[in-house]
């Protein structure tokens, strides 16, 4: 039996990781450390907020009273707090640079003091920049950090930190660099939550620059499988890279997809707005080394992926609608300098 301390576990992927671990481990406990900013949401919860093995605190990983107290009774972390949107960290980068960056330095800082046993950290694939469209290039542990946005650099510097604290002071670690991840209970401000709630709307779906920028989309529950895999393969002090797709598919090609399978029609719904600042062209992952290691690899596919979250989204209005009221005043600052 392991007493697990998640943080950020009222989110997208801590909130699914929270439901499958209790699901599928009934020895283990888990606590839940998460702020509950915008992005953090107890109704993603409601399924085990009952359950015994279950507990929920809300504080700041950057409290180390709180931290240091949580950690005394933990054996294993999972990290998954940060602010998480590309576009907020161009608009107000400074909390990116509190949490992603301080936020992990008081967390590995209290596991050292506290001798956790496994520091698991879940980072992104944005480390290690962006790669030229149409090449055969993907990512690989050999890769170069080369992060081009302040969300990205502030999660480069966390991963920066769990290695050394490793070196330095013997951290049990694991890192995970993740792709990107779509699924149920994604803030409808990433691009599928934000497309399938917008033609729910009768709204455009707006597509920065020439929409053939690349992203490797990855199931949230195959995130979820690959973490699994890693806490059971050991705190090795190792990185393991997870993926999704083994072709390219444009930001144009999956948002005409969803569009389609909406029962809509692309050329009627797109609307092309000014990039993003620095927007990345092309992220591919080679995941080949986890999948030999570990004997992970993902397990549905884009087609199916995309068609459980079209359902879920439709069948969830309650969840969403008041999420992006709440969020109006990001929406007109982010898409107004876009018009
Ligand atoms: P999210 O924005 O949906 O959720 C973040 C959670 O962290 C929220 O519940 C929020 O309340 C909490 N949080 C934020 N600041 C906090 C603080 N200071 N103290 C305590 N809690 C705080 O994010 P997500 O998409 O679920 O991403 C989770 C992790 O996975 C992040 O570390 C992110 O960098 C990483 N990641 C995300 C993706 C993706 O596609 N979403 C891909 C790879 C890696
Ligand atoms: O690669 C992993 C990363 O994926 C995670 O680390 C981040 O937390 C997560 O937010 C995600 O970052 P992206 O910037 O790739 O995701 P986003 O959904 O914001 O955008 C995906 C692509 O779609 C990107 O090329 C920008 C584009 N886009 C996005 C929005 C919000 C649009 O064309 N229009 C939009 O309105």
Redesign the pocket.
Known sequence: MSKILV??G?????SEFVRYWLAHHPEDEITN?????Y??NLANLVSVESNPRYHFVK????DRQIVNELMKNTDIVVH??????VDRSILEPEAFLQ?NVL?TFNLVQAAVENKIKHFHH????EVFGSLELGSAEKFTLETPYEPRSPYSAS?ASSDHLVRAYGETYGLPYTITN????YGSH??PE?LFGLTITNLIEGKKVPIYGDGKNVRDWLFVTDHVRGIEAVLQHGPTQETFLLGGLTKDVSNYEVISQIIRLMGKNPDEEIEFVRDRAGHDRRYAIDWSGTQAKLGWQPSVTLEEGLRQTIDWYVENEDWWRPLKEQAAGFFAQNYRKRA
């Open positions: 943080t950020g009222a989110g997208f992927i801590g450390l998460d702020a509950l900013t992005a953090g504080g700041d990983i950057c998954f707090a940060a602010e998480s949107h949490t936020g879940v980072s992104t694939d999660k993740c792709s990107n991840n994604q803030f990433k």
